[in-house]
T-cell receptor, first 115, second 112 residues
Framework: DAGVTQSPTHLIKTRGQQVTLRCSPKSGHDTVSWYQQALGQGPQFIFQYYEEEERQRGNFPDRFSGHQFPNYSSELNVNALLLGDSALYLC??????????????FGPGTRLTVL | GDSVTQMEGPVTLSEEAFLTINCTYTATGYPSLFWYVQYPGEGLQLLLKATKADDKGSNKGFEATYRKETTSFHLEKGSVQVSDSAVYFC???????????FGTGTRLKVLA
């Protein structure tokens, strides 16, 4: 059973560009959350998707947007990239029926570097 | 707002030493509490969890007890191994929200 998968593994962009990161949740999971983890810091919650809608959002600007597809996979889009957006972006999924309060299973992350 | 505070690292111990990593939290509701571990070059893995006061989570020799009166969820292990070297994150999700809050992480290094 595949766990949470993310693509790409690494990405290099320049300031002002746009980026799309992708996540496939673990089988049997319907809730996907996205996090930003700066070097040496804990993950910061960006938002959570459930039933193809954004259910909860952290303190991130509107440049960060997302989408969830009917197969529960998800995308994170970041527009007008800034140097400060350089980080590891983590996707996490939760089991169906967990209500969002259960443990999350994390993917390996996408390392984004903005030059 | 909700927050999690962890002791700063790095923590360096000899093999078989006793480990404590302190974690305290602030929450408006009744949060569930978690410890996650991140091994070098890998993603976060759930280590243990507790969903209500006085619950004890345990896994792989690690334990943590949900203490509502002290708003704490300290991680302990009686005898650490070199393979326990990793970064440990305390986290919470508050009831009524779906927003997970993580601490800044504590790096543990165990020497043979």
């Amino acid at each position: 059973d595949a766990g949470v998968t993310q693509s790409p593994t690494h990405l290099i962009k320049t300031r002002g560009q746009q980026v799309t990161l992708r996540c496939s949740p673990k089988s049997g999971h319907d809730t996907v959350s996205w996090y930003q983890q700066a070097l040496g810091q804990g993950p910061q919650f960006i938002f959570q998707y459930y039933e193809e809608e954004e259910r909860q959002r952290g303190n991130f600007p509107d440049r960060f947007s997302g989408h969830q597809f009917p197969n529960y996979s998800s995308e994170l889009n970041v527009n007008a990239l800034l140097l400060g957006d350089s980080a590891l972006y983590l996707c996490a999924s939760s089991p169906i029926g967990a209500g969002g309060y259960n443990e999350q299973f994390f993917g390996p992350g996408t390392r984004l570097t903005v030059l | 707002g909700d927050s999690v505070t962890q002791m700063e690292g790095p923590v360096t111990l000899s093999e078989e030493a006793f480990l404590t990593i302190n974690c305290t939290y602030t929450a408006t509701g009744y949060p569930s509490l978690f410890w996650y571990v991140q091994y070098p070059g890998e993603g976060l893995q759930l280590l243990l969890k507790a969903t209500k006061a006085d619950d004890k989570g345990s896994n792989k020799g690690f334990e943590a007890t949900y203490r509502k009166e002290t708003t704490s969820f300290h991680l302990e292990k009686g005898s650490v191994q070199v393979s326990d070297s990793a970064v440990y994150f305390c986290a919470l999700v508050d009831s009524g929200t779906y927003k997970y809050i993580f601490g800044t992480g504590t790096r543990l290094k165990v020497l043979a």
